[in-house]
Structures are given as C-alpha cells and as structure tokens.
C-alpha cells in the first residue's frame, strides 16, 4: 500500500487502544456498544463528514466486525468511499464491501457500476483494487456484467503488467465461481499469446487462466501447445542469472515451468515435428539438470528442482511415446527409491507404477525389483509400502512373478493391517495371471488363506475351486495338499471351505493311502466343523452326502452324524434341512440314483479373454486427490436363448481394499474371475442350485435377504434430517455424482472439514459400497451420526443396509461405513446420505446423494451380428426405445467414448456396424424382479460435431432412464 502523509487516524487508534485495554469482555461490549452508537448518530446526523471521516467510521466498524460482532449499518456510507479520487479512501471502501456485504446483497447493483467506473479508469492502482473486489466477491452476477470487461483489459496493448496479472487471476476465480456465465471462446486466440508477453508474472498468471480454459474445451486452446513448449525451452535453457527476478533458489522460475508443464499434458504429443523436438530437448534438459551436482544445500533449492523435475516425468509418461525419456524417467526414479526424503521415495515408487505399464519402459523398471522388496521390507511409512506394493503388481510378468509372489507372501506375515486385503488381491491375481504350473497356484493360494485367511475374499477361494475342477492334471495334487493343510492345530475357515470342497469332489484320488483313507478324510473334516460358521457346517454336511456315493464303507459313520440330535434338532433351519433331506437321500434311493444325483463337478466352459491385453495397457489404479482410473468390467456370454449369466466378478484391484470382507454371493460363478477376464458362465443345465440339493456350492450365503429395517435403517426419510439445515452440496450434488456414472471409486464430496471417499462394488442385483469419512481437521468431531434414507418410492425400488459408524472422528482420522444395496425394479432417483457431527460446539449437518444409480447393476454380455439384430428388431416399441441428438461437450474422442460406454456396464461389441466409427454395445440390467435386456448404438458426426444416441430396453422406461444417464457424459 503505498504511503500517504497525514493518513493517521488517531480516533481509530484510539478505540483498538481503549478495546485492548478493557479488563472484561462486559467492559469490551460496553465500549463497541458506545463506539457503535457514536457511529450511527455520524451516519444520520451529520451530512458534511468528508471522506476521511467516512473512512475512519468506516474502519472503525470493520474492526467491530472482525471482534466477532454483527453490522447492520454503514454498508452505503462504504459504497460512498468508491468514488472517492483518494487511494486510501478507496481501499478502506473496496474491503469492508469485500469482507461485509454478501453476494446476495441489494448493494451489488452499485458496487458493480463503481467497479466499472474505476475498470475504464485511467488510474491502475484504482484498476487493480476493483479487480481484487471482484475476485473477492466472485458471484455470479458480477460475472454476467464483467465478462466481456476483464478479458479486454487482459489483453489490451495499453494495461501495465502488474493489471494484467491482477486481470488473469480475477478471470480464473470467475471461471471457477460462475463457469456457467463466462463465455470466452472469442477472446481464446489473443489469450494464449499472452503466454509470449515479455513479463514473467503475467505469463505466470496466463498459465493458470489458460489451463482451467482448456479444461474446459481443449480445441479452442490447442494453439497454446507450440506457445508453451517455446517459453518452456526459454526458462530451462536459461541460466539462473538470466531470469534474476523469477528464480528461486537458483530454479529459474519454477512456479511457471510446472505450470507450462501440468498445461501440456492436456494435450497429446505434439503432431508438428519441430515442435516435437523441442518439447523432447527440454525434457532432456530438464532430466540432465537433475543430475548435476546442486547449486545450494538448502531443502528449498532441492524441493524446487525435484518439483520441476517429477511434473516433466509426468509429461514423458503422459505421452508415452519416447522411449529414450521413459528409460531415462525410470533410471532418474530408481536414484530417488534409497534417498533420504521420504516424500521422493513415495512419488518414485507411485510414477515408476505408471511407467511400468508402458512397453518401453517395463524392463527398466524390473531392474529395481530388489531395492523396491527392500523398501518393502524397511520403510517406517506405511503409505511408502503400499506404494512398494503396487510397483511390484505392476512390474511382475511371467519372468519374476514366482519371485515377487513369495516375497508378498513372505511380507504379508507381517504387513500392517491396512493393506493386507489388497495384497491379498494382488498375490491372488498375480498367481493365477502368471501361473504356468497350477500346482505352485495352488500353493500360492493355500498360503494366502494359512497367513491370511481373515483378509481373503470368497471370491479368491471360489476361483481355486473353478480351477481345481477344470484342470484334471492339478486335482489329486490339490486334495493331498488341502489334506495336509487341514491337518494343522489350527487352520482358517476359509482353509475348511476349501478343504470340505475339494476333498468332496476329490478325496477319492488319495484315498488309497492308509494316511487318507476315507475314515481320516472325514474325522478330520469332522474335527473342524464345531469351530465353522453356519455356512461353513452346510457345506461340510453336503461334502459328507458328497463321501457317502465316493465311500460307501464309511456310510454308517455319517448316518450317525446325520441322525444326531445336533443336525435334527438344529435351531439353524438351514442346517436341519440339510440334515433331514441328505439322510433321507442317502438312506431311500439306489445306488445309481444317488452316484448320477452326486456325480462329480462339470467343468466351467472357459474361453479366451479379451480383456487382458486391455488390462496390460492400462494405468495402474493409482487413487490420488480422489481420482481413480475405471476398468472394462467381465463380460458375460449370451446364448440364443434368453438364459442370463450367473454373477461376474468385478475387477477387484480397481476397488482397493475395504475393511469388510463382502457379502456372499449365491455361487461361486462361472464367471467369476480375479483378473477381470470373460469367463462365460456354465450352461443352464450346469448351474448350480441355490438351495439344498445336494451339491457343494449351494450352501453359499445369499446377499441382502433381511428386512431392509435391520440394522438401524429405516426406508424413507429419516425423521432426525426433517428440519435439518443443509450445508451448500451443489458442487458434490451436480459435479462429483456425475463422475461416479462410469466410476466406481473417487471422492463424492471435501469441505475445509470433511473429506467423504467412495468404493464400491457390484454383482448383479447386489452392490456394497464404502464410504470414507475423514476428518481435516485437527479437532475431534463427536456425535457422529450419517444414514441413508430413500425418497419417495425409492424404498420400494431400492433396498439398503446400512451399518453404524464410530460417534467419534478424531482429528486428521479417517472412519469406514459399508453400505449393501440391492436393487428391486428399475429407479432413477439417488439415495440420500445424511450426515451430522459436532464440530467445536456447532452441529453440524451435511445432505448428500448416494451415487447408487441403476445403470452400477447392469452387466457386460457379448452377443454376435445375428442375435444382437434379431433382438434390436424385437425392442421396437414405443416406451422400449430411447433417442437423443446430442452436442459434443468437448473434443470427439472415440476412445473415451468407448470407454465410457464400458464404464457404464455395457459391452462394446466389435464389427457388427458398417460404420467403424460407431458404438454398438449390449447389457443385462439385473433387478430383484427381472432381468433387462440393453442395447446401445453410439453415432458420431465429426463434422457436424453431434452424436445420435439411441438404446433399447426390453422393459418399458428403462432405455429412458439409462439414455439421460449416459447423455451427461457424452
């Protein structure tokens, strides 16, 4: 602020004097009482106060203000002080109307005439307090009027740098409040060169402005490519002397080589060559920089250099193109995995993740395979290990996945509690991915449950089984080894399970050594089952109906056991069915009826997948501020009848690991798989019961059965919320649910207090989510208390579990609620999530929709060229088809279209329309009362840049629905 004689305002000095000097807040009270009446009778009163009394009054209330006491009065006398000529009279006048009047207020009308009068001015003291106002308020209606006004002040030949600085940050605080008002597509050509002024700040200023610009529609801005990769190659082919004013600690410039950088990779590798080859000299300068000795030995010159250095690392790996960078990104990493700063080490390990799921660079990332299992092993930092771990999933392939998977398995023994569950998952997927011998898959597995058994999923144990029965090679190796597992003091349940299944299926294969004889197999089974669960025991009793027809001899032994008082009398219905119906089947029908009726497992037909090599080119799933990478979901075949699939399995490594282990599932599928790949489920007459009929899978628990009044949730909403006032959610409402359309992981809604994560999961009908609570800040938050309520005729259409979370949130902790959802009928409303806390004395109450929408309970199917059009013929009918014409938000990228398309459930089918250009995609929705068929067909007209949209649903109303979900992410 600059210096003005005689400015000193002795009243106001001596009020703040006479405050501080009070010995009692009733004393303190008792002077502003005085103070505040003094003022008001000025305001009323006198008609001649000059601009310096004004502004002294003025001061004299916003000081008030900032005590923590309400102001009604002396917002027009501030409006006066706008058109006050003096620049402190000025000043004080622009911030009690920053800081007092609202953007709702009457008074912005005047506000904003004053703001235009001084943006015409001459004066750029003046200019730049308007601006600053501006940006401060930020609403939408001074958008409106402004948005033409600012941007020709940006790009005026005659504005001062310091105006043009202030002009691009006042722009992008509009952008980012009213984006809605701010047209800018005629401007965009004289925007970007503002990137080529000759002042570092304002080009500073410019690349913020020109980066949430592009965000927003990149083609209008792709001219800004050449003008960055020049001002890049100026600043790092510089010395620090040359830019005297914009280095910092010898980095020239840094602020704005990050910026250049982070605005680049908006924009694939550039298609001009000479620009090309710039861009590559300057990341080649930038990585020969890293490795010169450095200039100063203080933290800030390193965090500068390194800052610059990782974001040109994320620009190389972005393109993915240059295989001499990528190599020399990963050898740079590697020297950062043994460095001294635990921050390095984390985003090493977290960008040598992305490099290794390039083809050029995945050889060179292996060759620090030892010292990333080091860090495993030694790191303090559990978020360190966890990044060790995803680079070792990353980085494994067929020549060192039996290395990697013993050093995880041998890590896992003593692997924090946090991530155990998805090392688990990755060890899972590991071993069956690279399998060669499935002897050493079924020893990776039997491993896994024996070291952690708690944190294996039924989906892991499910897929050994699948395994175990398809291949004959690996069966009679499975059963001696599950035997002698099973021998152990003391094995896991999930080991029973296993155990119980394969020797049902198998113990005949080594039932002719005396150490398994049938009688061993069966005590020893027997040995378990009063330490199981319920379920457990249902499946041990099938695999004894199951030795009757394998072991005629040891029939009277487990009559004895099915007769007992335990299984007749069972007060678990279940279990006593099984007791009662399995004796009498045993006891009542031939010999060949009972060996046909429990007659050996058939195979699960396999095919090739073809997801897997989709699965090699992409991004691992990397979850940073919130943003995870969605993966095609397994498809599921359809045959040309209308039988429909038995439950896939989603792709478990894109959800992380949860907490909780999920719910189980009807039967393990014969799609289901870990990797994520198409495994086709068994035909009709292959499936597998659900209920007691005498083979082994049906003892699998259903999901969601029970009232949905269990568990303190109640359908509707939830009286507690009635009246309750609502925190501002129109960003997480309207922005954040959008994303979850074709996602399932990300950050559903972050305040300056909470931070609200989501995972989830669906099968079918099913779905369970986890909700992440974090606390940002450091004071504990006591009470509590978030649940779901279902508006309208949601509660019949949607059915939910909710289970409590911890009342108390300490500071800076994160809590963890799982929420089970089953779908009953089609629906288009969202869940609401209502949450309440207290927070320093003060309720707090948040509303939020739940992004539980019906598109999350479709499933991928693959059909071929007849069948989809035999069926696109039949959903002819008014209500059973959906169209839009649709404007393309953005470029047409036909590559995120698909992938969007697979995000949303469905599977694109290739080669079935004349146009390759089109989408032809199909899905099975699964509610509680049906299943509907979907399909989808996705036209685009490049020239016209439209897209014709059109799907079809064998159930009236569901195209709609599915169709307006889809249109707000094309």
Not at 364 to 383: C, F, G, M, P, Y
Not at 817 to 832: G, K, L, R, T, Y
Request: proline share 4%; charged share 20%; aromatic share 8%.
């Amino acid at each position: 602020m600059p210096a003005v004689k005689g400015d000193g305002m002795r009243g106001l000095a001596v009020f703040i004097s006479d405050i501080r000097n009070c010995k009692s807040k009733e004393a303190e009270i008792k002077r502003i009482n005085k103070e505040l009446a003094n003022v008001r009778s000025k305001f009323k009163g006198d008609k001649t106060l000059d601009g310096y009394q004004k502004k002294k009054y003025v001061c004299k209330l916003l000081f008030i203000f900032l005590l923590g006491h309400d102001i009604d009065f002396g917002h027009m006398e501030a409006v006066n002080l706008l058109s006050s000529n003096k620049y402190t009279e000025k000043q004080i006048g622009y911030l009690f109307i920053s800081v007092l009047v609202s953007a709702n207020n009457e008074l912005i009308k005047l506000v904003v005439q004053s703001i235009k009068n001084d943006l015409f001015g001459r004066n750029p003291i003046h200019i730049c307090l308007a601006l600053q106002c501006i940006a401060n308020i930020g609403n939408k209606e001074m958008a409106e009027k402004l948005h033409d006004d600012i941007p020709k002040l940006l790009v005026s030949g005659d504005t001062i740098d310091s105006v043009k600085q202030s002009a691009a940050l006042c722009l992008l605080r509009l952008l980012r409040q009213a984006p809605e008002a701010m047209q800018m597509g005629e401007w965009s050509a004289r925007l970007i060169h503002l990137l080529n002024d000759q002042h570092m700040g304002v080009v500073t200023a410019a690349t913020s402005l020109i980066e949430s610009l592009v965000k927003r529609n990149p083609e209008d801005y792709k001219g800004c490519v050449s003008l960055a990769v020049s001002r890049l190659s100026r600043i790092v082919t510089s010395s620090y002397t040359d830019l005297q004013d914009y280095t910092y600690y010898f980095v020239p410039a840094p602020w704005l080589s990050v910026k250049l950088l982070r605005l680049l990779q908006n924009y694939s590798p550039p298609e001009d060559a000479a620009v090309r080859t710039r861009l590559t000299e300057c990341l080649e300068t930038i990585l020969n920089k890293a490795q010169e000795p450095p200039k100063a030995k203080k933290i800030q010159h390193s965090n500068a250099k390194n800052a610059v250095l990782f974001e040109a690392i994320n620009l190389i790996i972005h393109m993915d193109s240059d295989p001499n960078l990528l190599v020399r990104a990963c050898n740079q990493l590697g020297q950062f995995l043994q460095h001294r700063e635990t921050n390095l080490r984390y985003l090493a390990l977290e960008s040598m993740c992305l490099l290794a799921t390039s083809e050029f660079s995945h050889e060179a990332v292996k060759k620090h395979q030892e010292t990333v299992i080091t860090a495993l092993k030694t790191e303090r930092d559990v978020s360190v290990r966890q990044r060790a771990v995803d680079l070792l999933y990353a980085m494994c392939d067929r020549t060192n996945a039996e290395e990697i998977v013993a050093e995880m398995l041998s890590y896992l023994e003593t692997a924090d509690y946090s991530i155990r569950e998805e090392m688990v998952l990755k060890v899972a997927i590991l071993a069956e991915k690279y399998a060669i011998d499935y002897t050493w898959y079924v020893d990776t597995i039997l491993n896994l449950i024996r070291i952690a058994g708690d944190y294996v999923s039924e989906e892991v144990w499910y897929r050994v089984i699948q395994i175990v029965i398809n291949r004959d090679d690996v069966q009679g190796y499975a059963a001696k080894t599950v035997f002698e597992a099973l021998q152990a003091p003391t094995c896991h349940e999930n080991m029973v399970k296993v155990g119980g299944y394969i020797l049902g299926e198998f113990g005949n294969l080594i039932a002719g050594d005396p150490r398994s004889s049938p009688a061993v197999q069966f005590q020893l089974l027997h040995s378990k089952f009063h330490l199981c669960s319920s379920s457990t025991k249902g499946l041990l009793l099938s695999t004894y109906v199951k030795f009757i027809n394998l072991f005629p001899e040891i029939k009277p032994q487990i009559h004895e056991v099915l007769r007992s008082n335990n299984q007749l009398r069972n007060s678990d219905v279940e279990l006593q069915q099984r007791a009662v119906e399995y004796l009498q089947l045993s006891s009542v029908t031939s010999t060949d009826v009972l060996a046909t009726v429990l007659e050996e497992m058939p195979p699960f037909p396999e095919r090739e997948s073809s997801i897997l090599a989709k699965l090699k080119k992409k991004k691992p799933a990397i979850e940073q501020q919130g943003e995870a990478k969605t993966s095609p979901r397994p498809k599921a075949q359809v045959n040309d009848d209308e039988s429909v699939p038995t439950v896939p399995l989603s792709n478990l490594m894109q959800q992380e690991s949860a907490a909780v282990p999920a719910p189980a599932l009807v039967a393990p599928a014969a799609s289901t798989d870990l990797l994520g790949l198409s495994t086709p489920a068994a035909p009709a007459q292959n499936s597998l019961p659900t209920s007691g009929g005498g083979l082994l899978v049906d003892v699998f628990d259903s999901f969601g059965s029970t009232a949905a009044t269990q568990n303190g949730f109640t359908p509707g909403a939830d009286e507690g919320f009635k009246n309750a006032e609502v925190v501002d959610t129109s960003y997480a409402i309207e922005d954040n649910i959008k994303q979850f359309i074709w996602k399932n992981n990300g950050v559903l809604f972050e305040n300056d207090l909470l931070q609200i994560g989501v995972k989830s999961e669906y099968r079918q009908n099913l779905g369970r989510i986890g909700l992440y609570y974090g606390n940002k800040t450091s004071f504990q938050y006591t009470g509590f208390n978030a649940q779901v309520s279902l508006p309208g005729n949601l509660s019949s259409q949607l059915m939910a579990q909710t289970k409590p979370v911890d009342e108390v949130v300490d500071g800076g902790a994160q809590k963890q609620q799982m929420i089970n959802v089953e779908c009953i009928s089609d629906f288009e409303e969202a869940p609401i999530l209502n949450i309440s806390f207290m927070y320093s004395g003060a309720q707090q109450r948040i509303s939020l929709k739940l992004p539980v929408i019906l598109s999350k309970f479709s499933e991928a199917v693959e059909m071929d060229d007849a069948t989809f059009f035999q069926r696109w013929k039949i959903l002819s009918g008014a209500e059973q088809e959906c169209q839009k014409i649709l404007k393309s938000a953005g470029p047409m990228d036909n590559e995120q279209n698909r992938a969007k398309v697979i995000g949303f459930g469905l599977s694109v089918i290739e080669g079935i329309d004349p146009n390759p250009e089109n989408i032809v995609a199909a899905s099975i929705l699964h509610t509680q009362n049906q299943q509907v068929g979907c399909l989808l067909r996705l036209e685009p007209n490049a020239q016209a840049q439209m897209y014709r949209l059109t799907i079809r649903s064998s159930k009236d109303g569901v195209a709609k629905i599915l169709c307006d979900l889809l249109e707000t992410q094309i």
